[in-house]
């Protein structure tokens, strides 16, 4: 009987299963940071609860922190309020917290890996959605809401429905992998499949295109499964994994002996199947930019906005969304996308601001100034990104250029912090949401990939950045 | 939780589709640390205007909405963020059912650990509710929406059904099975964070 990764996973973490019923699944990890928490730990607290597995929890700050300088006081009430409760419950608890001035802060799914504290094979939650991200280790990862963070840590389990599998065949070679990254291939596959292709599945990255990626190119991909209704999405762990968490600062002790473990074991039998199954061939994909307000209404660098009704496709409900959407951006329908200017840009999230994403972007950056009517910021996605990028230099660069360069967090992702955009400021964002009023109310969002989000801050628009490199 | 009992309740139409939780509640209403108190935040964008009066042409802020408890909405509802605030905006705005075609994954699951019913139904049955102006009878134990002589039925987990209409605790339940768990964890190899 075969059996896929996520399969494997599974049934390896399973507690209590009876027909018919959800089953009690076991987690190995569980990260906590300010805004989806302080509700479970009041629930906690009316009952009399404990957190059962201290051991396997840990908690930052990430949403709502400042990017500006940290020795400053916090002028945000509300913000202060809900950091001051998580540091509370942590010390209540007995949880580690890696706080607000702590060299392990940073944007929860880019620290995980960072420190070792993702595992291949294991089940990872965490009451965000993006949580996927750690997925590109092999793990079974996913977001989770407040009453399942206080479940998880009341009792370590959750009750689950087995989702159904979907596999995402990338074959082929890209053509420029400088100018067309991970972020252009899962937002082509997102475009395709749309936003509610993977609901009630976890997909399963394969094939050449992805063994070819970097770790940190894999969480990039793996990150955005939920903008395509996925609660998680994986990767076959590969030397290139196990290398990656290697002397992490949480690595376990016994490592070789897991890897060895890992090896041949944690991937999908030959021939076992998936429920769902779709095969994208890389080496046609473009550079991408976002054109609405939902991560699958994306065009090629090359193209223009498409009419409603090329793509609603007869979807009368596909269209009306389109003509929202276009209202929202203020764009005009067959407008080419390198026309679209920009008033801002934002390199930052755990989609994109690890060390590689910002290596590339300064590539394009360096020796050159943003345009004049373009403010533009950097906010790395740790304070272990931060410090590894200054000590390359890459900080400098930036400046120079005039790029703001930040404090780690969410930052500009969502706006919960002072970084937002004002009504009408169009970006160009390297984060996973459009939505509407994501990044400020009445912010205009194009999703794009960091070398792309550098080289329109210099040109003051988007551009066909394989005519860059 | 209140066990969920009957809802006789005139029907809210909301034809959007893949309604994101950042809509329904926008992220700089998150900082709350309770669970109360989100309802008049609800749809905060489009139910106000940049002064924060109220939009005459949004659907929530037509009062002869004002008690209705049921949503009807179109494709993928609640997709994006896992917050589970817009569950709890929805709630304390009123909503105690949200009917939809489809929902997202996180959200759907939110709904339950909050008393608030999300019944998946296909285009043509929301068609004709949403022709109804009257109040409409849904009953979760008979699982059925009644309208006038007519009916719709639904399906739920039985498990979800039951711990609706007792109203019954997630986490009491889990902690019955506290054996399991406990010998999940001896039987097992998992390793500590932090040793």
Redesign the interface.
Known sequence: MTETLFEKIWNSHIVVERENEPSLVYIDRHLVHEVTSPQAFDGLRVNHRKVRRPDLTVATIDHNVPTTDRSLPMIDETSSTQIKTLEKNCKDFGIKLFGINHPNQGIVHVIGPQLGITLPGSTIVCGDSHTSTQGAFGAFAFGIGTSEVEHTLATQTLWLEKPKTFEILATGKRKNSFAVTSKDIILSIIKKIGTDGGAGHVLEYRGDAISDLSMEQRMTICNMSIEAGSRAGLIAPDEKTFDYLNNRQYTPKNYNDLVDGWKNNLMSDTNSKFDKSFTIDVEKIEPQVSWGTNPAMVSDITGKIPTPEEFGQNNEIQIQSAKKALTYMNLDPETPIVEISIDRVFIGSCTNARLEDLIDAAKIVKGKTVNSNVDAMVVPGSQMVKLEAEKLGLDKIFKDANFEWRESGCSMCLGMNPDILKPGERCASTSNRNFEGRQGSGGQTHLVSPVMAAASAIAGHFVDVREWS | MKPFSKIISIITPFDK??V?T??II???F??????TGFGKFLFY?WRFD?EGQPKNDFILNNSNYKDSQILIT???FG???????A?WALKDFGFNVIISP?F???FY??CF??GVLPIILNIDEIKKLLKIKDKIELDLNSQKIIYGDEFINFEI???RKIRLLEGLD??DL??K?NE??GN??KN?S??????
């Open positions: 589709a893949n994101d950042d809509q926008p992220k700089q998150l900082k709350l640390i309770t669970k964008d940049h179109n494709e993928n997709c994006g963020s896992s917050r589970e605030h569950v489809s997202a994954d996180i699951s939110n650990k909050n987990d039985s498990h997630d986490i889990t902690l099975e399991q768990i999940f964890e097992s998992i390793m500590p964070i932090f040793e």
